[in-house]
């Protein structure tokens, strides 16, 4: 059996873990820039608000249904996952995260265990430890394991096993529902007669794969109870590693974009020393928005490539590339919206000896950024920065309902009284 254990209205729940005054209420947390509604609590769903709506449509009626809403704290919901994997090791030995809320778990039990027991000793061991109500599901395959959890999340016991014979479920299951299969796919599919998951299981797997993809043969027998989706390998390294963000505001100023740059930069190379890695080059661009000025100028992207001297995974010698780069892709009179960082020709560091030919900076700061990490990991993002990164970083998105980093800045621990 696989089981999936998915946390229910996620970045709702960690919310409410640390103000309980939020129980009961209808609550939704808002996208970056605080745009639009991302995640929702049951009562906010019973409004009949859709997932999506921006918060500016729904200022007017606040007071009217009682609404609640916070600025996405993605320190805190990343911390809270952290925590549900570690638990959920206690379990199981295999566990595979799929999401910051979902994770797939390979019970080494016997075919006769009493699974629905186990997935609620799980479910009630995370909602005391953790606080975090979740759904979990188990079938004998990841695509079945789906549907298993969206039907447990439903459940009163928040958790469903799919029969031997899971034809009656797979009937009655939409085959916009199953996963991998998207909104467009599913206009295709029922365009042709394919109306639900077992019509899809049924379906002729050679000309699923020559009118579709091979992955969606795959898909159909994973609802046949094959296995075709292998766990994924955590220790398989990234191909590349990006770091981007919207703005909270227009920016014009190449100081401010600048800016942004380094930090992003700097959020990627903490990434890159994590997996043991080191860069060839980035590609760094900025977005800017459509203006119109007689003519229109339409949102586009400028970008440029900076190959490194040496492989790295120096924050330093990685901004000392880019920086002298920035000027020649910025376009003065024009306001962006967005900038990134991507990092390619990743290859792995570890163990790997340094370059006798790298610059003497770069053999001196060969220690100095795993000890940033290691600082910034105890004491809270942020602790240690470059000061290319800025102080003010008056460009950052804008989370006007931010809640406090409960768990991750010492500055904001929850005080007890």
């Given at each position: 059996?696989?089981?999936?254990?998915?946390?229910?209205?996620?970045?709702?729940?960690?919310?409410?873990?640390?103000?309980?005054?939020?129980?009961?209420?209808?609550?939704?947390?808002?996208?970056?820039?605080?745009?639009?509604?991302?995640?929702?609590?049951?009562?906010?769903?019973?409004?009949?608000?859709?997932?999506?709506?921006?918060?500016?449509?729904?200022?007017?009626?606040?007071?009217?249904?009682?609404?609640?809403?916070?600025?996405?704290?993605?320190?805190?919901?990343?911390?809270?996952?952290?925590?549900?994997?570690?638990?959920?090791?206690?379990?199981?030995?295999?566990?595979?995260?799929?999401?910051?809320?979902?994770?797939?778990?390979?019970?080494?039990?016997?075919?006769?265990?009493?699974?629905?027991?186990?997935?609620?000793?799980?479910?009630?061991?995370?909602?005391?430890?953790?606080?975090?109500?979740?759904?979990?599901?188990?079938?004998?395959?990841?695509?079945?394991?789906?549907?298993?959890?969206?039907?447990?999340?439903?459940?009163s016991s928040g958790v469903f096993v799919m029969p031997d014979d899971p034809q009656g479920i797979l009937r009655r299951t939409p085959v916009s529902e199953v996963w991998g299969v998207g909104r467009r796919l599913?206009?295709?599919?029922?365009?042709?007669?394919?109306?639900?998951?077992?019509?899809?299981?049924?379906?002729?797997?050679?000309?699923?794969?020559?009118?579709f993809s091979v992955l969606l043969a795959q898909t159909a027998l994973e609802l046949r109870g094959e296995r075709c989706i292998a766990a994924e390998d955590p220790s398989e390294l990234s191909q590349s590693i990006?770091?981007?963000?919207?703005?909270?505001?227009?920016?014009?100023?190449?100081?401010?974009?600048?800016?942004?740059?380094?930090?992003?930069?700097?959020?990627?190379?903490?990434?890159?020393?994590?997996?043991?890695?080191?860069?060839?080059?980035?590609?760094?661009?900025?977005?800017?928005?459509?203006?119109?000025?007689?003519?229109?100028?339409?949102?586009?992207?400028?970008?440029?490539?900076?190959?490194?001297?040496?492989?790295?995974?120096?924050?330093?010698?990685?901004?000392?590339?880019?920086?002298?780069?920035?000027?020649?892709?910025?376009?003065?009179?024009?306001?962006?919206?967005?900038?990134?960082?991507?990092?390619?020709?990743?290859?792995?560091?570890?163990?790997?000896?340094?370059?006798?030919?790298?610059?003497?900076?770069?053999?001196?700061?060969?220690?100095?950024?795993?000890?940033?990490?290691?600082?910034?990991?105890?004491?809270?993002?942020?602790?240690?920065?470059?000061?290319?990164?800025?102080?003010?970083?008056?460009?950052?998105?804008?989370?006007?309902?931010?809640?406090?980093?409960?768990?991750?800045?010492?500055?904001?621990?929850?005080?007890?009284?």
């Open positions: 059996m696989i089981g999936l254990v998915d946390g229910n209205n996620f970045f709702v729940s960690c919310e409410r873990i640390f103000d309980p005054s939020l129980e009961g209420k209808p609550v939704a947390v808002l996208s970056n820039n605080d745009g639009c509604c991302i995640s929702r609590s049951n009562e906010f769903k019973a409004l009949q608000i859709p997932m999506g709506t921006p918060y500016f449509q729904l200022r007017r009626v606040i007071k009217k249904y009682g609404l609640e809403f916070r600025s996405s704290n993605y320190a805190l919901y990343g911390d809270i996952s952290r925590r549900i994997i570690a638990v959920l090791h206690e379990f199981v030995p295999q566990v595979e995260q799929y999401s910051i809320d979902e994770a797939f778990i390979y019970p080494a039990l016997p075919a006769e265990t009493d699974f629905h027991a186990f997935g609620s000793r799980i479910r009630e061991t995370l909602r005391r430890w953790i606080g975090v109500p979740c759904g979990v599901g188990f079938a004998p395959t990841k695509t079945l394991a789906k549907i298993a959890n969206h039907i447990g999340k439903k459940s599913a206009l295709k599919l029922e365009s042709m007669g394919i109306h639900t998951a077992f019509d899809l299981a049924s379906r002729d797997l050679p000309e699923l794969k020559r009118r990006s770091c981007s963000r919207s703005f909270g505001h227009p920016v014009t100023a190449f100081e401010d974009l600048e800016e942004s740059v380094a930090v992003y930069t700097a959020r990627a190379a903490e990434k890159l020393r994590k997996e043991k890695q080191r860069a060839a080059g980035a590609n760094i661009y900025f977005q800017l928005y459509p203006e119109n000025r007689h003519l229109l100028l339409s949102s586009t992207v400028t970008s440029t490539t900076v190959a490194f001297e040496h492989p790295t995974d120096d924050t330093a010698q990685m901004m000392k590339a880019i920086r002298p780069k920035l000027r020649g892709i910025f376009v003065p009179g024009r306001r962006y919206k967005k900038s990134g960082v991507l990092f390619f020709g990743l290859e792995s560091g570890e163990n790997a000896p340094r370059d006798l030919f790298a610059p003497d900076s770069e053999k001196n700061n060969a220690g100095l950024f795993s000890v940033v990490d290691q600082i910034n990991a105890k004491y809270g993002r942020g602790t240690l920065f470059t000061l290319g990164e800025g102080t003010t970083k008056s460009w950052q998105m804008k989370r006007s309902l931010l809640s406090p980093d409960y768990t991750t800045s010492w500055d904001q621990l929850l005080k007890v009284k």
